[in-house]
């Protein structure tokens, strides 16, 4: 029991720590604190107002500005005055019900997720006081279809307004240098106007903005991230300066990447079956090679049968060699010696009159005899 009366006391205190201000300090419904820097911090409200003006002696706005404030969602506007200088990071973090910011130009400093998830808002305004919109400012913010950055910024920082996919127009000054990564990813911006100030593209920082057609860059920018612009389905026409490191897969995905890889595709396939040809050629000509051709050996051993036969019925006679030679030759066709034959002498090959003893030739005895 004891337990159980133990837990239920400490979730009252966790649920009155959401609730109760951080310091004691109040004015005009509204608690406060002051910083390290003496600036006076406004931490929370304990009013009814669903349209806030935050009091013109605040100076920053705390990243805990939820104090005494039941349901943030049911806030519809805020209306920061100027001499607020820094909103911290979270400060408005998933106010759902967010629909208005006036922002004035004495804020220099707008913190990470400051206004993450803040789907209601449609259109902000940012002063060229704040030289950075930091990490996620103003991301996840669904609703939010137009944005003006002012003349001063200067860097847009790591996913800004990633998953804004309902923004369709930004206006990017000539103060701005650098476009973080993924600091557009998913939007809906039907045109981009990147100024010629700007040096360096992130990564995936316009990855899927499919309304986007064309896009110039500008001499300035010196390099475009990995997947810069990837998976925008109808970027086409891209104008990139020279001398501009682009990453190989800047523009994954896109038919401006189509038509470039083009003519490289068709050479790769022409290449491939120039070799695939070549190959086949080369194992027929090796596969011949290893093969006698049996039609020539039977052909000539028809050829000579048949030729000898000739001669035998023409009366040829047979050398020691076994060519059978015509009846007139002299010597023998395949080896070179003298035919024997009645009369012929075996020593010139000259063909004598019967009956004779020597060769008229060259007055040798015929068969073996002696002078």
């Known amino acids: 029991m ?70 943030p969602s049911k806030i519809k506007s805020i209306v920061i005055p100027y001499g607020v200088t820094q909103i911290e990071d979270d400060c408005f973090s998933d106010w759902d019900g967010l629909e208005q910011v006036t922002i004035p130009d004495s804020v220099t400093e707008i913190g990470k997720t400051a206004f993450y998830s803040c789907n209601s808002l449609t259109s902000i305004t940012i002063p060229g006081s704040v030289a950075e919109i930091k990490t996620g400012a103003f991301m996840a913010c669904t609703g939010l279809t137009s944005v003006t950055i002012e003349d ?51 990564d995936s920082s316009f990855v899927s903005c499919d309304n986007l057609t064309s896009l110039t860059i500008p001499n300035s920018v010196t390099s475009i991230g990995e997947r810069a612009f ?36 068709i050479a790769t396939a022409v290449i491939v079956v ?59 066709s395949e080896c070179g010696k003298p035919v024997a034959r009645p009369g012929r002498c075996l020593a010139c090959g000259h063909q004598n009159d019967p009956g004779a003893k020597f060769c008229q030739g060259c007055g040798k005895p015929l068969n073996g005899g002696e002078d």
Not at 45 to 61: F, M, R
């Open 152 to 202: 001063g910024v200067v860097t847009i920082g790591l996913s800004a307004f990633d998953t804004c996919n309902a923004l369709t127009s930004v206006t990017i000054p000539n103060s701005v240098t650098s476009i973080g990564e993924a600091a557009f990813f998913d939007a809906d911006l039907t045109s981009l106007t990147i100024p010629n100030s700007v040096i360096s593209i992130g």
């Open 230 to 265: 990837a998976d925008c389905e109808n970027l086409e026409n891209v104008i990139i300066p020279e001398g501009c490191t682009v990453a190989k897969n800047a523009f994954e995905g896109t038919p401006y990447q189509a038509k470039k890889d083009a003519p490289l595709k």
């Open 2 to 71: 004891r337990k159980k009366i133990l837990s239920l006391a400490l979730t009252l205190l966790l649920c009155a720590a959401m609730t109760v201000p951080a310091s004691a300090d109040w004015r005009d419904d509204y608690s406060y604190y002051e910083n390290r820097d003496g600036k006076i911090i406004i931490d929370g409200y304990a009013g009814s107002d669903v349209d806030l003006v935050l009091p013109d002696w605040a100076e920053g706005i705390s990243g805990n500005f939820r104090y005494g404030i039941e349901d």
């Open 274 to 332: 120039v070799v695939v040809v070549a190959a086949v050629i080369v194992l027929l000509v090796l596969k011949k090679k290893g093969k006698p051709n049996k039609k020539v050996v039977v052909d000539a051993a028809s050829k000579d049968s048949q030729t000898t036969e000739q001669a035998k019925q023409a009366g040829g006679i047979t050398c020691s060699c076994g060519t059978v030679n015509d009846p007139e030759a002299a010597f023998c």
